[in-house]
């Protein structure tokens, strides 16, 4: 399981967001979507109730938008498992083929970490056994990457957000049922 103290960096935070996926992937077989955050009062984990269609996808991206803004984010990762689809050496992806119905699609789990002043995401290809089942994550041969683009991206406000926007994002989010203690905000860092 994760460990229960505060990253302090966005690298602290991948490296605990790795550790979360690994964990989910032997103790379910699926890592959920997951939103792992910082703020001042410690880390805060939120996972969406589904992300079956791209509604709520969209929502599950505003969601982490508004608990970044709401809760003064400094560090976000959000973590996906995905199909990924790579263009070969010299050749270009076919624009209307999704990643998930490509014949040599990869199934990965995306860490899309952010702070203020770094991005950086990490693929992990998943390893899985002739039955099935999770083996475990292998290495990757893509590069870190810095820039990110989708509705997966640019979540973290570039700078805090004013008092005014702050306090309407805690009043969505409450509407929402995701209170402080649902996110795990305990008042106090560690």
Known sequence: MPSSQTPSTLNDLLAQAEDFAL???????????????????????YLPESMGDERAKNNFANTARL???????????????????MAAPGETLD????????????????LAGESRDKKR??????VRTDAGGFF??????????????G?????????????????????LLKAMGLTDEALGQTGSAS
């Open 23 to 45: 964990f989910s992937m032997r103790q379910a077989g699926r890592v959920p979507p997951t939103v792992m955050a910082v703020s001042p009062k410690g880390l805060m984990v």
């Open 151 to 171: 509705r997966f991206a640019e979540i973290l406000p570039p700078q805090p957000a004013p008092a005014a926007l702050k306090a309407q994002a805690r009043l």
């Open 121 to 126: 995401q990490k693929f992990l290809p998943i």
């Open 67 to 85: 608990i970044c803004i709401a809760h003064d984010v400094t560090t976000v990762v959000l973590i996906l498992e995905s199909w990924m689809k």
């Open 95 to 110: 624009p209307d083929e999704a990643p998930s119905e490509a014949i040599d699609r990869r199934e990965v789990v995306v």
């Open 136 to 149: 475990g994550f292998g290495e990757s041969d893509l590069p870190d990457l810095n820039n990110f683009e």
